[in-house]
Structure formats: C-alpha cells, structure tokens
C-alpha cells in the first residue's frame, strides 16, 4: 500500500462505490500499556521501503476486513487471536495516493499483550512510541496520521481531513 497523501476521507459504511478491490487495504495500529508500534518497512519491498508504518496488507476478495486484519497481524508480527484483548474496528477511510487514485483503507487497533514482536521480511525494525510522539519519526508514511486519528490515537485535525457530506450536516 503506497499512498502518498494526506488528507484522508471519512467515510461512514465499509463499502465504497468506484475503489476496486485491488485499492483495499487494512490498516492495524498495534497497542501495548499505552504505546503503539511502528513498523519500519524493509529494503526487500517494493514500496515505502525505510518508511515507518502501522500493520497494513490488501484486502483479499472474499475476507471481512476483520478476518485479514488478524491475518496480517499473525504475518507481519507473530500476534495470533489468543495474544490480542482486543480487535477494534475504526472508521473506514479514503485516501489518495502520489496519482490521485482513490484507496479504501479498513482501520483497526490491535491491542495486544505482548511487547515482543516476530517480524516477517517485510519489516527489519519495530518501536513503541507514544502516539503523540510518532511526529518524531520524520521518515514516517504520511498517510500514518491518518490512520492514527481514525482509530483514535491522535486527535482528529479537522482542518486537514476532509468531512464527508453526512458528517458535515452534523455540525
């Protein structure tokens, strides 16, 4: 999953007309006592290779969102079901990459019971970080805090999110 830009898209339901499956993604923030992981991607992916990420992986046709969440979570980090207190889904976003094409991006948080990680190939480092703290990592995936402010980690930033209609009528 590359997507190059904020802002991300509130979006209320999880299906979203026009984004093909193969722009649907996961994306899982994995919490411990408070603190997050950050997941540096590696040299042997085709992409944000060196960048900081949350847990993330496609869609695959057929599977609940919460089915390949915990299936990346197990891939990426060893976390099965029994090690997790909690899977909570967050809203589902838009976001544009470096083209403008539209990804639809399933959010969750993982909050687990470990501290240790196993990390597959796609990763060569992990660190806790508070949420407010992340903004250290400079080389981070910008669509990141996104992400963070959907499931709640950081506060929403609402100058720099775009509200769909519905939630504008809110207000």
Same mark, same amino acid.
């Given at each position: 999953?590359?997507?190059?830009?904020?802002? $991300?898209?509130?979006? =209320? /339901? !999880? &299906?979203?007309?026009?984004?093909?499956? *193969?722009?649907?993604?996961?994306?899982?923030?994995? #919490?411990?006592?408070?603190?997050?992981?950050?997941?540096?991607?590696?040299?042997?992916?085709?992409?944000?290779?060196?960048?900081?990420?949350?847990?993330? $992986?496609?869609?695959? =046709? /057929? !599977? &609940?969102?919460?089915?390949?969440?915990? *299936?990346?979570?197990?891939?990426?980090?060893?976390? #099965?079901?029994?090690?997790?207190?909690?899977?909570?889904?967050?809203?589902?976003?838009?976001?544009?990459?470096?083209?403008?094409?539209?990804?639809?991006?399933?959010?969750?948080?993982?909050? !687990?019971?470990?501290?240790?990680?196993?990390?597959?190939?796609?990763?060569?480092?992990?660190?806790?970080?508070?949420?407010?703290?992340?903004?250290?990592?400079?080389?981070?995936?910008?669509?990141?805090?996104?992400?963070?402010?959907?499931?709640?980690?950081?506060?929403?930033?609402?100058?720099?999110?775009?509200?769909?209609?519905?939630?504008?009528?809110?207000?």
């Amino acid at each position: 999953m590359s997507m190059e830009t904020s802002p $991300g898209l509130y979006c =209320p /339901g !999880t &299906a979203v007309k026009g984004i093909p499956t *193969e722009r649907t993604v996961i994306a899982a923030v994995i #919490e411990w006592r408070g603190k997050i992981a950050l997941f540096r991607r590696s040299k042997g992916v085709g992409y944000d290779s060196g960048l900081w990420h949350c847990i993330s $992986g496609f869609l695959e =046709p /057929g !599977t &609940a969102p919460e089915r390949q969440a915990l *299936e990346e979570l197990s891939e990426e980090t060893g976390l #099965e079901a029994k090690d997790l207190l909690d899977l909570r889904p967050g809203p589902p976003l838009v976001i544009a990459d470096s083209t403008g094409a539209p990804w639809l991006v399933h959010t969750f948080t993982a909050v !687990t019971t470990r501290r240790r990680l196993r990390l597959d190939w796609e990763h060569d480092s992990y660190r806790w970080a508070t949420a407010t703290k992340t903004k250290r990592f400079t080389n981070r995936v910008n669509w990141l805090d996104n992400v963070l402010e959907a499931t709640g980690h950081l506060p929403h930033v609402l100058s720099q999110v775009q509200r769909t209609p519905a939630q504008q009528q809110e207000t």
